[in-house]
């Protein structure tokens, strides 16, 4: 480079330019809008500004450049995003060579995950529908929810071609020890490591993050556990029922049914699922601002619980208490959606307003006089009265005159879905909500989308569902193992080759 007359020497300017730009996409635009003169960048990153505007990408690796494959502006790619970053990160991250890619806002993000069943398979979801590079880490016999509901064939049931969309599988044994091999490879090229093991389960088998952070200095490590590891329930086992009855949730349902119920949905596995997300998100949030990956812990019992407490607290917010827990509103029997004359029909006036104009439409001037109904604090302190009034009311009119007089009205009322209707509402029709495809050994598939909508990083319809190891011999390809090494490794069962048998024969041979 001396002999091109090229300062091989960085300015911080380069390193931005680097690492954030890869090219100019994104730091050329924010040097224009600051009004900072592109002189104060180097040669080196002015070339990353210039390259990265088009094809090719350029990669910083010890002051010498080399070069990367082209990357195409949007869509489904090839090739994974090359950064180079902080001292001891690999200087380029391998990316999938033989699968296609989504787009969407966490395009670049590699996360293995070694999840299994809903609370972590659920984050992951979301994360892979979002553009990330999800590995999915099986054991020969695979995630226990591969088993959970109807199924066309053994191992891709209804829970799994939900959950694992997007995601990549690779079969690793890891109670045998060339498995970690691979898993260190793995891990040296991602940016998240994620399971939900219990601390000592963790250990034992080797996935502690004093094993896993050696790979990757700055890996975002996250442990997603049924309780803190602090706390007497550390050891125990955790699923959504037990999460939902430890936490104080099944027993709000005493007050409603006369006896403790679960709710007919896992809310615990999928809250906390989402508590892992944004968790993941704001480590990787902290890394992006400071080079520093952590460990993170995200327990269930405690994500929940403080779920339920955000209503329920109530007189216990104050020391000493000033009344019991729970939200009455939340709590009376007749809460809950109305019949009408001909179905039921779900209504919320909120507002002193909305309460006054939801008396008119009934024709009850009585209750829109009765001090007991006329502000928020009278209501709530007569709350069951109340809704008993409004269950009395709803039963004289049909359910589509009901919505028509609150719609004109603007009183918060809509009809109640049952789950069948779900698929033919006409919102969810008109917004896409659901999508289906056709799954190379699963046929025709639907399901439903993410709810946000980007406005410049709308993600590409996630890929199919995996079967169980499609992906391990690709993957053990792009972490540089040799034919010979893949067909010991999958000969031992440390992996295992999910494509049909005659192309996996082929290839290895």
């Known amino acids: 480079m001396a002999r091109l007359g090229l300062r091989t020497s960085l300015t911080p300017w380069d390193i931005a330019a680097l690492r954030f730009g890869v090219g100019g996409q994104l730091l050329l635009p924010y040097l224009l809008r600051k009004g900072l003169a592109i002189e104060r960048l180097g040669w080196i990153g002015l070339a990353a500004l210039v390259l990265g505007c088009g094809a090719p990408m350029v990669l910083l690796v010890n002051a010498g450049l080399m070069f990367a494959p082209a990357i195409p502006p949007r869509g489904r790619i090839n090739a994974r995003l090359a950064v180079a970053g902080r001292a001891g990160e690999d200087a ?8 296609t890619f989504m787009a969407g806002p966490l395009v670049g993000v590699r996360v293995v995950d070694l999840t299994t069943v809903l609370f972590g398979p659920y984050c992951t979801q979301i994360m892979a529908e979002m553009g990330a590079d999800v590995i999915k880490v099986e054991p020969p016999g695979g995630d226990i929810g591969r088993q959970v509901g109807p199924a066309r064939h053994p191992g891709m049931a209804a829970g799994h071609l939900v959950r694992a969309r997007g995601k990549r599988s690779l079969v690793l044994d890891l ?38 952070v050696p790979h990757k200095a700055d890996i975002v490590y996250c442990a997603a556990v049924g309780y803190g590891r602090d706390g007497p329930y550390a050891r125990k086992p955790a699923y959504d029922d037990l999460i939902q009855g430890v936490s104080g949730f099944a027993h709000l349902m005493e007050g409603l049914t006369g006896e403790p119920r679960y709710a007919p949905s896992v809310i615990a596995d999928k809250v906390s699922g989402l508590t892992a997300l944004y968790t993941i998100m704001m480590a990787l949030f902290h890394r992006a601002r400071t080079g520093e990956g952590q460990a993170v812990d995200v327990a269930m019992f405690e994500s929940f619980t403080s779920f339920v407490l955000i209503e329920h607290m109530q007189g216990h917010i104050f020391d000493p208490p000033m009344g019991p827990p729970g939200y009455s509103r939340l709590l009376t029997p007749d809460r809950r959606p109305y019949p009408t004359a001909d179905g039921y029909v779900c209504v919320l006036p909120y507002s002193d307003r909305h309460w006054q104009r939801f008396f008119e439409i009934v024709g009850r001037p009585d209750l829109a006089a009765d001090p007991r109904f006329r502000t928020v604090a009278n209501r709530t302190n007569h709350i069951a009265e109340l809704y008993r009034n409004v269950g009395e009311e709803m039963a004289k009119r049909t359910t589509a005159e009901w919505l028509g007089a609150f719609d004109r009205a603007d009183v918060a009322a809509m009809p109640m879905n049952r789950l069948e209707d779900l698929f033919t509402d006409p919102h969810l029709q008109a917004t896409g909500f659901f999508e289906t495809m056709d799954h190379p050994s699963e046929g025709a598939i639907r399901y439903p989308r993410a709810g946000p909508v980007f406005s410049k990083t709308k993600p590409d319809q996630a890929s199919p569902a995996p079967l169980l190891g499609e992906h391990s011999v690709p993957l053990l390809r792009e972490l540089g193992f040799g034919a010979a090494d893949i067909r010991g490794l999958v000969q031992s069962g440390v992996t295992h080759d999910g494509r049909d048998d005659a192309p996996a024969a082929a290839a290895l041979s």
């Open 92 to 99: 380029a991250r391998k990316h999938r060579t033989e699968e």
């Open 175 to 212: 109670t045998k020890s060339p498995a970690h091999d691979v898993l260190g490879r793995l891990t040296a090229t991602a940016d998240v490591f994620i399971h939900n093991m219990r601390p000592q389960a963790a250990d034992k088998l080797g996935i502690a993050y004093e094993r896993i």
